[in-house]
Antibody, heavy 113, light 111 residues
Framework: QVQLKESGPGLVQPSETLSLTCTVS????????VNWVRQPPGKGLEWMGT???????DYNSALKSRLSISRDTSKSQVFLKMNSLQTEDTAIYLC???????WGQGVMVTVSS | DVVLTQTPPTLLATIGQSVSISCRSS???????????LNWLLQRTGQSPQPLIY???KLESGVPNRFSGSGSGTDFTLKISGVEAEDLGVYYC????????FGSGTKLEIK
């Protein structure tokens, strides 16, 4: 069955770079794209970016200068890297398959010294 | 960016009551291919969002038929005909006709 699972550090220092992995199963990354979404504590959902099945990417214009999404199709993994983290980047980070039916459980990332 | 305005922000309902949530878009969500990519999601406390409705009015697999979606262009509505206790949570509309955006959410509470 289709599954997505996020992983990464729970705590990141301000000004450092966040690296997250979304490991998928039950489908191929060459057939379906994957989105990254984040949700600050107690707040709503924000789309961050998408890597499409052909490897092309789209980014939220508010994050584009700090954000990079890539993948390793052989490992069924999608990567998110975002630099210059600040406290307002504290959030649950989730991946979701395109069309938004399948979601990961999310990973909480706290930006704090 | 497309802004989705959801109302009301909070709904207090009794079991069996019918309720509606409005989602208004700052731009038309009609894609050039004829589809309108407007979905509704439910996020229960401590969980990831789960899909309810796609393409405005199509029920996702396994979703009870007390949920229904309607609308076109810039105005959309989610209706729950007979709220049940398991329906509590935060409802989001989202669009991906353009770069994806989400509404601010409607919290459904049960009296």
């Amino acid at each position: 069955q289709v599954q997505l699972k996020e992983s990464g550090p729970g705590l990141v220092q301000p000004s450092e770079t966040l690296s997250l992995t979304c490991t998928v199963s039950g489908f191929s990354l060459t057939s379906y794209g994957v989105n990254w979404v984040r949700q600050p504590p107690g707040k709503g959902l924000e789309w961050m970016g998408t890597i499409w099945n052909d490897g092309s990417t789209d980014y939220n214009s508010a994050l584009k200068s700090r954000l990079s999404i890539s993948r390793d199709t052989s490992k069924s993994q999608v990567f998110l890297k975002m630099n210059s983290l600040q406290t307002e980047d504290t959030a649950i980070y989730l991946c979701a398959r395109v069309r938004w039916y399948y979601w990961g459980q999310g990973v909480m990332v706290t930006v704090s010294s | 960016d497309v802004v989705l305005t959801q109302t009301p922000p909070t709904l207090l309902a009794t079991i069996g009551q019918s309720v509606s949530i409005s989602c208004r878009s700052s731009q038309s969500l009609l894609h050039s291919n004829g589809n309108t990519y407007l979905n509704w999601l439910l996020q229960r406390t401590g969980q990831s969002p789960q899909p309810l409705i796609y393409l405005v009015s199509k029920l996702e697999s396994g979703v009870p038929n007390r949920f229904s979606g309607s609308g076109s262009g810039t105005d959309f509505t989610l209706k729950i005909s007979g709220v049940e206790a398991e329906d509590l949570g935060v409802y989001y509309c989202m669009q991906f006709t353009h770069y994806p955006t989400f509404g601010s959410g409607t919290k459904l509470e049960i009296k």
